[in-house]
């Protein structure tokens, strides 16, 4: 991977090395969203590969979380195109785009737990809307797992209500993975948590990564979760890809906005 | 200039709610039926609702007898109470005091239900999870308000009658049998008809407000709880304006 940043077009643009033959499983081209006089994308550029884990490090209200809400379809692009598995998210019908979701996992910043739902209910929940053919044993052995693999066997019939911060984050994760996900989308996964739960959090997302090969984009301003799970990280400045590469990389760069979010370390 | 903005407002909120309300009729003819969740609504809107609407309407039907008694002594017409009451509970005082109860229960709980569901952004991990949250949680329960109410103020007119049997019988000695025949012979099917309709339309004006308040709850908790207000105070009037358009068009078509 290198990194080219044209500081005339002020855009990073996002090359791999001409050997790479991993698969494009995200494309995004040309992306704009504005939300009145407020322009939050423009002209926004990226693709990731199978297997990689992205970082989008941006100010607070630099786009970050608008930028994957429009990759999994909550928010219509004004203009541009996002490619998900092949497949163009816009302007697609709601079939096929529930289609794209069930391979598409969403941690969301504040976890989106069904407050009146019980744990089982709330990972049952993806299973049965995505209409998944599984027996009901199986459902509760996919449920099973995926709380094995956060660690909370234990909270199987609690209400969300009942959890500490990090272990609803935890569940939510749980959630994300029912579905066996081939790319998730993490929405500020650290926000809020002390810092031993945020590391914590951020040990179980790199396990996850290694042990489904799934492929990751972060959002995040936490700079321990930039350098620990980063394989590359793109900084999101004025609604567009700034500077991109890898944290040493950019952590030598010497221009302003990108010396900014490294300053301290 | 404040009161320009203040049109502009009202009417901009008005087509909002007139488009949620055309998005209402779209998704509930959309396929894939939220049966289960319709059910589960029913019984929280209707069965959970029962205990409230039958304590208002076994008290309001109560005090109703009580307080009209010396004014019909006065006129010589006791014997007329249980139709007189009888008539002005199934006409108006039922359905109303229902749907303003109802209003103020369900509409509420709606609103902050969505609204916090908003703000915390359940809706969106919904539709992330391959569901349509406005056909799993719009439509289901404004169908279930809509169908709920009628049965509500049924039951209501039914349990605050027997309150007037009890007011009667205070001062009074009349046996069961007569209070329901005096009841019943002087109520009209055109008495109860136009009543039972505009229930439907009560249940249906206070599920859409409370999930248009709730689903488009601004971020916030203050936001929340702007919205559970909102959804009661819009509804309860929007309760009596129903009741006025009903009692003109039941007057039109000579229903009374």
């Keep these: ?265 | 200039m404040n009161e320009s903005l203040a049109i502009t407002r009202f009417l901009n909120e008005a087509g909002e709610t007139s488009h949620f309300i055309a998005r209402f009729f779209r998704q509930w003819f959309k396929p894939r039926f939220e049966l289960s969740e319709f059910t589960r609504q029913c019984f929280v809107i209707g069965y959970k609702s029962l205990p409230l609407v039958g304590l208002t309407a076994f008290i309001m039907g109560l005090v109703l007898t009580m307080q009209l008694r010396p004014s019909m002594i006065d006129y010589g017409v006791e014997s007329q109470l249980p139709a007189i009451v009888g008539i002005a509970i199934v006409r108006e005082i039922g359905p109303v005091i229902t749907a303003l109860i109802f209003a103020g229960k369900i509409g509420s709980s709606i609103g902050a239900e969505l609204g916090s569901m908003k703000v915390t952004e359940q809706i969106d991990a919904m539709e992330v999870s391959g569901t349509n949250p406005f056909k799993y949680l719009v439509v289901t329960r404004v169908l279930a308000a809509t169908l709920m109410l009628p049965v509500l103020v049924l039951l209501g007119d039914a349990i605050s009658l027997y309150g007037s049997y009890l007011g009667v019988n205070i001062r009074g000695n009349t046996s069961f049998v007569f209070f329901w025949k005096q009841v019943l012979d002087n109520l009209s099917f055109s008495d109860v008809l136009p009543a039972f309709i505009k229930s439907f339309f009560f249940g249906f004006a206070v599920g859409i407000i409370g999930c248009y308040k709730g689903y488009n709850s601004s971020k916030g908790t203050e936001g929340v709880g702007r919205s559970a207000n909102s959804a009661v105070v819009i509804s309860s009037v929007l309760v009596f304006i129903l009741d006025l358009i009903a009692v003109q068009v039941t007057d039109l078509l000579n229903l009374y």
């Excluded at chain 1, 996002?14 to 494009?24: F, P, R, S």
């Excluded at chain 1, 996002?82 to 910043?109: C, H, P, V, Y």
């Excluded at chain 1, 911060?165 to 929405?187: C, F, H, N, Q, V």
């Design chain 1, 1 to 265: 991977m290198t990194l080219i940043y044209d500081i005339n077009k002020q855009q990073a643009v996002v090359n791999k090395n001409t050997d790479d033959t991993t698969e494009t499983v995200l494309s995004i081209r040309h992306l704009y969203k504005s939300f009145k006089e407020n322009h939050v994308l423009v002209d926004f550029n990226l693709d990731v590969s199978k297997g990689e884990t992205v970082v989008v490090l941006g100010k607070s209200g630099s786009g970050k979380s608008v930028l994957i809400k429009c990759i999994i379809g909550l928010l219509q692009p004004d203009k541009g195109d996002i490619e998900l598995f092949g497949k163009s998210i816009t302007g697609i019908n709601e079939t096929e785009l529930d289609k794209i979701r069930a391979k598409t996992g969403f941690l969301f910043q504040s976890n989106a737990l069904y407050d009146s739902m019980t744990v089982r209910q709330n990972l049952e929940f993806p299973l049965r809307r995505h209409w998944i053919k599984v027996s009901q044993q199986q459902v509760n052995d996919m449920v099973m797992e995926s709380l094995e693999d956060v660690g909370l066997a234990h909270t199987v019939n609690m209400m969300p209500a009942e959890l500490s911060g990090g272990m609803r984050k935890r569940i939510a994760l749980a959630r994300t993975l029912i579905l066996k996900p081939e790319i998730i989308l993490y929405d500020e996964p650290t926000t809020g948590l002390d810092p031993i739960t945020g590391k914590e959090i951020i040990g179980l997302m790199m396990e996850i990564q290694q042990k489904y090969n799934t492929t990751s984009i972060i959002i995040s301003h936490d700079m321990n979760c930039v350098r620990t799970a980063g394989n590359r990280i793109v900084i999101l400045v004025d609604g567009m890809c700034y500077a991109c590469g890898n944290f040493e990389q950019l952590l030598k760069n010497t221009d302003p906005k990108v010396k900014q979010f490294f300053e301290g370390i």
